[in-house]
């Protein structure tokens, strides 16, 4: 089993950054697909942003693509979120997952982000 806890959410005005972190307990992150998706209010949930087991390779939304950039710490164990020049619709609650495919997926419960106009 993998316990993620997200953190780093909060209030920012359009056109700032945050950066949210994703810390894993139980398991290390390493043969793990890790990444992010949110859900917007009234919205479902939508993929944001991952990264392969390897590290080798990211793929992201094309709503955020070249604004967000996740990043994972072997030695941390940690998947991080960088998001720049955020808009109002970037308005979220942020989750943290883990994919392995014997075991699926886990996620954290959430954090918020709201971006002010």
């Known amino acids: 089993q993998v316990q993620l806890v997200e953190s780093g959410g909060g209030l920012v005005q359009a056109g700032g950054s945050l950066r949210l972190s994703c810390a894993a307990s139980g398991r290390t992150l390493d043969s793990y697909a890790v990444g992010w998706f949110r859900q917007g209010p009234g919205k479902e949930r939508e993929f944001v942003g991952t990264v392969t087991w390897s590290g080798g390779t990211t793929y992201y939304a094309g709503s955020v693509k070249g604004r967000f950039t996740i990043s994972r710490s072997v030695g941390k164990n940690t998947v991080d979120l960088q998001m720049n020049s955020l808009k109002p619709e970037d308005t979220a609650v942020y989750y943290c997952?883990?994919?392995?495919?014997?075991?699926?997926?886990?996620w954290g419960q959430g954090t918020q982000v709201t971006v002010s106009s």
């Open positions: 997952y883990a994919h392995r495919w014997d075991q699926g997926d886990f």
